[in-house]
């Protein structure tokens, strides 16, 4: 291949492959900082493009065991802020970002899976910060011992440009590796390197025939600029030369004591040189392994991939927090949003459910015209469901050019049912979007973000089905706000009842709160509750369906609404504990009750006297609307399983005249 440096065309030989017998397809950057996941990533990249491989970036966060792994939920909101960046740095790269960060107490067990199922060849990680002995929760050596692929140890600050590289060669396993290593990067930076061998080194047969094959491999190459040979051994040496290059590449492995290759070997472990390390100006260095298959006979339980112990429940949710809990600020690059929606060739709708909403529906609909559609098309369509306003709130959304529909005019063959659940179920069938989002109607502090940052994470991950919003609400008393007074029907029914009877919901925050989104193809798979059992009824069955990996929430930080009184708030709660008893009826599959009390005693009071009033609460539950004929038409469905869809917990089998009220 030629190239040229300084005006004059030379030709590169690189090892030939039948010599390197190192054929890298697949490279795993662990990602946890911005600084050095940029070298990480450049590294990788110029390594990859001597093998056309590709660059996989996985974002780590490593939580002390001695804390819970939901406190790092804000360092892997900031290590997504970092991917995000280095996306944007690497664009039309050959790089693939896996999705989800990952929340660990040790995260070398998670590495290890990723580089499994990646089938990595190689993967390129940071030394310990600060001389520590171990990284990743385990010690540097025996990680090292435990990754099944080769690996390059990054360490120190990357240089500011590479044109000098120095490569230590002693008679090991490492030496072919560390000379690929140092060739693809200076093929990738038109760097000279100097080879560095030690009189005193590996004096026995098979290190000499090492050293003899580098020297006909390297002879004769012009990114190889001198060789020298010093007397001794390589470690002084080393200390001595480092600092007039700008990176030093180096093998672990201890060749004269057997070379086992799970220890880092003594040049690595050179004290004085970890020091020089750690000062500002000294260059970078680079430490090679390469993998080595472990004899059959001496396979650890890890190299046998046996299942792990089961997670505790606790511990699961604690990483489900962590991992899954987004904020809407991650989202605020609209733009970018736009993009990935196109990318993906799919189309949003925006649903709003309302009753009687006039105050605030006019605000909304701008704010989301505005924002989402004139100046960044997100959104496809915004579309009013009403359930019957007495107000001018149907005509202010047709008078700004917004599609209203009555949800009891929507499929009439079925019936129709009172409350907010009906009419987001019914929306199902006008709404035309592949990502369907519905916010409540009574926000006074109305914002875009509301919109986007629960569509956020379905158009960055395509694992995540469901999005629920979650915020603070003070509670308005007069013209004064109590900073958190508000929710609580949340914190006095919904999650007591998520902890006690489905702790994998433990960590939504706002089981109950009215902006979330979905996809379509889950949304259309579960049974709604017709009134306030609907956002509990739509949790409890999309973790049954889809597991508590496919849900996340987002913080929509401030949220203020008109709260209900309290006799309402009863009847809430009231709604929504029968549907958590018709639910525990079907998984534990007794019956609770002979028959849920469908209504309450309400209690009046008057001027001198007290008295009861009975109002019947109940929540009827639709089956998935994929069950439906005229949906399925409507939206292309030609096929369609019903033992594939989540039923109302009262019927596993339907026919389709049951549907009908």
């Given at each position: 291949m030629?190239?040229?440096?300084n005006?004059?065309?030379f030709?590169v ?5 039948d ?11 662990p990602i946890?900082?911005e600084?050095?996941?940029e070298?990480?990533?450049?590294l990788?990249?110029d ?6 491989s590709?660059?996989?970036l996985?974002?780590?966060v490593r ?7 939901s ?10 802020a970092?991917?995000?960046?280095l996306?944007t740095?690497?664009?039309?790269e050959?790089v693939y970002?896996?999705p989800r960060?990952?929340v660990e107490?040790e995260?070398?067990r998670?590495?290890?899976r ?7 060849n ?5 030394w310990?910060h600060?001389?520590?002995?171990s ?7 025996k990680l090292?011992?435990s ?5 390059v ?5 990357p240089?500011?440009q590479l ?6 060669l002693?008679g090991s396993?490492?030496a072919?590796l560390?000379?690929e ?5 200076a093929?990738?930076?038109g ?8 009189a005193?080194?590996d004096?026995?047969?098979s290190?000499?025939?090492v050293?003899a094959?580098?020297a ?6 012009p990114l190889?600029?001198?060789e020298?040979r010093?007397e ?9 030369r480092a ?5 030093t590449?180096?093998?672990v492995?201890?060749?004269s004591s ?10 690595a472990?050179?004290?004085r040189?970890a020091?020089q ?18 004899p059959l ?5 890890w190299?046998?991939a046996?299942p792990l112990p089961?997670t505790?429940?606790?511990v699961?949710v604690d990483?489900w927090?962590?991992e899954?809990t987004f904020?809407?600020q991650e989202?605020e690059?609209l733009?970018?949003?736009?993009k ?11 649903g709003?459910?309302s009753?009687?909403?006039e105050e ?6 701008q704010?989301?015209?505005?924002a ?5 098309p997100l959104?496809?369509?915004i579309?009013?469901i009403?359930s ?6 149907v005509d202010?959304?047709m008078?700004?050019g917004?599609p ?6 929507i499929?009439?063959?079925y019936?129709?049912?009172?409350g907010k659940?009906?009419a987001l179920?019914k929306?199902?069938h006008?709404l035309k979007?592949?990502?369907?989002a ?10 875009p973000r509301?919109v986007?940052g629960?569509?956020?994470p ?6 995540i ?9 003070p509670?308005?008393?007069?013209d004064?706000?109590?900073a958190?007074g508000g929710?609580?029907v949340?914190?006095?029914v919904?999650?007591?009842l998520?902890?006690l009877?489905?702790p994998?919901?433990?960590g939504?925050l706002?089981?109950l709160s009215g902006?979330y989104?979905?996809r379509r193809?889950a949304?259309?798979q ?5 009134g306030?059992g ?5 949790l409890?069955?999309?973790v049954r369906r889809?597991g508590?990996?496919?849900i996340a929430?987002?913080d ?7 709260n ?9 709660s009231f709604a ?5 008893i018709?639910?525990l009826e079907r ?6 009750l002979?028959?849920?009390n469908?209504?309450?005693?309400i ?9 009861l009033q009975?109002?019947?609460?109940s929540?009827?539950?639709r089956?998935p609307?994929i069950a439906?004929?005229e949906y399925r038409?409507r939206h292309s469905?030609s096929e369609?399983d019903?033992?594939e ?5 009262e019927?596993?089998r339907f026919?389709e005249e049951d549907?009908l009220?």
């Amino acid at each position: 291949m030629a190239e040229k440096r300084n005006g004059e065309e030379f030709q590169v030989t690189l090892m030939p492959r039948d010599n390197l017998k190192h054929q890298i397809h697949t490279i795993v950057v662990p990602i946890f900082d911005e600084k050095m996941g940029e070298w990480g990533t450049r590294l990788a990249l110029d390594l990859a493009l001597s093998h056309r491989s590709r660059v996989v970036l996985v974002g780590m966060v490593r939580v002390s065991v001695r804390e819970s792994l939901s406190t790092g939920t804000a360092q892997a909101q900031a290590v997504r802020a970092t991917l995000d960046r280095l996306r944007t740095r690497f664009a039309g790269e050959s790089v693939y970002f896996k999705p989800r960060v990952r929340v660990e107490h040790e995260p070398w067990r998670s590495l290890a899976r990723v580089v499994a199922k990646e089938q990595a060849n190689l993967i390129i990680i940071p030394w310990p910060h600060g001389g520590a002995r171990s990284l990743f929760g385990m010690k540097i050596g025996k990680l090292l011992g435990s990754l099944n692929c080769h690996i390059v140890v990054v360490s120190g600050n990357p240089p500011a440009q590479l044109r000098k590289i120095l490569l230590p060669l002693r008679g090991s396993q490492e030496a072919p590796l560390a000379l690929e290593v140092a060739l693809s990067l200076a093929k990738a930076a038109g760097a000279e390197i100097t080879m560095l061998y030690a009189a005193d080194d590996d004096r026995d047969l098979s290190s000499q025939r090492v050293y003899a094959e580098m020297a006909r491999i390297s002879q004769g190459n012009p990114l190889i600029e001198q060789e020298l040979r010093v007397e001794g051994h390589v470690g002084p040496a080393i200390i001595e030369r480092a600092a007039a290059y700008d990176l030093t590449i180096i093998g672990v492995t201890d060749a004269s004591s057997g070379g086992a290759g799970q220890s880092i070997g003594p040049v690595a472990r050179q004290p004085r040189l970890a020091r020089q390390l750690r000062r500002a100006n000294v260059s970078p260095l680079l430490i090679i392994k390469t993998h080595q298959p472990p004899p059959l006979d001496k396979l650890t339980d890890w190299d046998r991939a046996d299942p792990l112990p089961a997670t505790p429940t606790s511990v699961m949710v604690d990483k489900w927090f962590a991992e899954n809990t987004f904020s809407s600020q991650e989202f605020e690059d609209l733009e970018h949003l736009v993009k990935l929606k196109e990318q993906f060739g799919q189309t949003i709708s925006l649903g709003l459910p309302s009753l009687n909403e006039e105050e605030t529906i006019g605000i909304i609909i701008q704010t989301m015209q505005d924002a989402l559609m004139k100046q960044f098309p997100l959104l496809d369509e915004i579309v009013l469901i009403d359930s019957g306003s007495t107000d001018y709130t149907v005509d202010i959304a047709m008078d700004l050019g917004v599609p209203v529909y009555q949800h009891s005019q929507i499929l009439p063959k079925y019936g129709t049912y009172r409350g907010k659940g009906e009419a987001l179920w019914k929306s199902l069938h006008v709404l035309k979007g592949d990502l369907i989002a519905w916010i409540d109607t009574d926000i006074v502090n109305i914002h875009p973000r509301f919109v986007y940052g629960i569509l956020g994470p379905l158009l960055y991950h395509n694992s995540i089905q469901y999005v629920k919003g979650f915020y603070r609400r003070p509670l308005k008393v007069g013209d004064s706000l109590q900073a958190g007074g508000g929710g609580r029907v949340t914190e006095l029914v919904a999650r007591p009842l998520f902890n006690l009877f489905y702790p994998e919901l433990s960590g939504i925050l706002q089981p109950l709160s009215g902006e979330y989104a979905g996809r379509r193809t889950a949304l259309q798979q579960v049974p709604f509750y017709t009134g306030y059992g609907v956002e509990t009824g739509l949790l409890l069955s999309l973790v049954r369906r889809f597991g508590i990996s496919g849900i996340a929430q987002v913080d929509l930080r401030q949220r203020i609404h008109h709260n209900q009184s309290l006799g309402a708030l009863s009847r809430m709660s009231f709604a929504i504990i029968q549907v958590f008893i018709d639910h525990l009826e079907r998984r534990q599959k007794v019956e609770l009750l002979s028959e849920v009390n469908r209504t309450m005693k309400i209690i009046r009071y008057d001027q001198n006297s007290f008295s009861l009033q009975e109002h019947a609460i109940s929540d009827r539950c639709r089956p998935p609307i994929i069950a439906l004929p005229e949906y399925r038409k409507r939206h292309s469905i030609s096929e369609w399983d019903p033992e594939e869809v989540d039923q109302c917990p009262e019927q596993e089998r339907f026919e389709e005249e049951d549907l009908l009220v």
